[in-house]
């Protein structure tokens, strides 16, 4: 069962989080950086901060769609979790007319979300099932988390793949911290988990940090397909 923490804001107001430390910008406002609530605190910071993740998450796709062809080949179903207002699906869906593609945020997201006829767009908590298709893609989510809170998301996405002769897998879109790609793009990674660590509960991770969240979720094996600039494609399978 979740367990929630809930806070008491000015007046009446309650917040219910799931409970694991609260980041730098919780303990000191209350609500997070990126939630339903931030516009309680202020409601112009929750719109230029909405407009930013955005700008900068869907900045992505269609370089991952130019550079990483075969993710999506053979693909029948996809479930973009945490998928915003369709835009990474909708991009997918015009490259590849043939993937079903359903979209799962929460219900203020979903409501506003621009309808589209190839996309199916469904509200819930990840945290409390996920809807079920051969590939689930978590896009820039799970350094939101920390890694307990990542496994039980790993966890529901497994429950909703079938098996890996099936085609079932998880693609997962987020840095894979290390030298590799040179020292700037290392800087700029490790600014990165600075940011997420100061204004989420969540952070970067290296490879060894992301392999032993696959392990704890059920998962059996990975691959890093690629290396694009700071980031990394990989996919999981059950
Ligand atoms: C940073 S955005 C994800 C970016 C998106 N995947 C992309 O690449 O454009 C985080 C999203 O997670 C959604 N979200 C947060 N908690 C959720 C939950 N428990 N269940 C479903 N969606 C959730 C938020 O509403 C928000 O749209």
């Known amino acids: 069962m979740l367990r929630l923490d809930c806070l008491s804001l000015t007046g009446s107001r309650r917040i219910c989080l799931p409970r694991s430390l609260p980041s730098p910008f919780e303990e000191l406002h ?10 309680l605190l202020d409601e112009e910071l ?51 007319p043939d993937i079903k593609c359903t979209v799962l945020d929460l219900p203020k997201v979903i409501e506003t979300a621009p309808a589209h006829d190839s996309v199916n767009y469904v ?18 989510v799970l350094h939101f988390w920390n890694d307990e809170d990542c496994v039980k998301i790993l966890e529901q996405c497994r429950k909703a793949i079938p098996s890996r002769e099936e085609g079932g897998k998880v693609i997962i879109i987020e840095i894979v911290l290390g030298p590799s790609m040179g020292p700037i793009m290392y800087e700029a990674q490790l600014l990165m988990d600075m940011l997420m660590m100061v204004n989420t509960r969540g952070r ?34 059950p």
Not at 30 to 39: I, R
Not at 205 to 230: H, L, M, P, Q, T
Request: aromatic fraction near 8%; charge should be neutral; glycine fraction near 8%.
């Open 46 to 96: 929750d719109r230029i901060v909405n407009e930013g993740v955005a700008a900068h998450d869907n900045l992505a796709i269609g370089t991952i769609i130019r550079e990483c062809n075969d993710l999506f080949k053979g693909v029948q179903s996809l479930t973009d979790c945490c998928g915003g207002d369709g835009t990474t699906v909708r991009a997918i869906v015009k490259a590849f």
């Open 123 to 140: 509200a819930g908590d990840m945290f409390h099932s996920i809807p079920p298709a051969q590939a689930v893609m978590l896009k820039l």
């Open 204 to 237: 970067q991770r290296d490879e060894n940090d992301w392999r032993d969240i696959f392990i704890k979720a059920g998962f059996s094996d990975y691959k890093i397909v690629k290396k694009i600039g700071a980031r990394g494609i990989i996919e999981v399978y």
């Open 30 to 39: 209350v609500v997070p950086l990126v939630h339903e609530t931030t516009k």
